[in-house]
């Protein structure tokens, strides 16, 4: 009898520890991720950004790598070909920010406002 309590008991273990780790439902992850990358204000990355921090400089370039190139709305921006090229990006936004100063942009949506003014593609 002892033997089959700790089978039993192993089992009740291993199905709570499943319902705990298992996620919710697909609809309710959606819905939790759709904007978890614009987990920073324009502000705050500008403010990160004065400062030389590292962290925003990686996820300035995470935003802007990943929405270059034509958009389905028709916008597009180039990401500019050069050695310094994350340098001149953050030029570019320290300049650009004071003159929008929306509180309630998005780093991701002014970064992009940003791109598509200072980087918009070219049609050849």
Known sequence: MKNNNVLIGG???CFVGYVLAAP?????QTAETHDNYAFMSAQDLYDALSQESQVAL???LGIIDAKKG????GSCYTVPWQSDADEVLVSA??????????FSMTAPDALIRMMQKRFPCRDK
Do not use: F, K, N
């Open 93 to 102: 936004y320290l300049e650009d920010w004071p003159g929008v100063a929306d």
């Open 70 to 73: 034509r958009q389905p709305d």
């Open 24 to 28: 919710g439902p697909a609809s309710a």
């Open 58 to 60: 990686g996820y300035l």
């Open 11 to 13: 089992l009740v273990v």
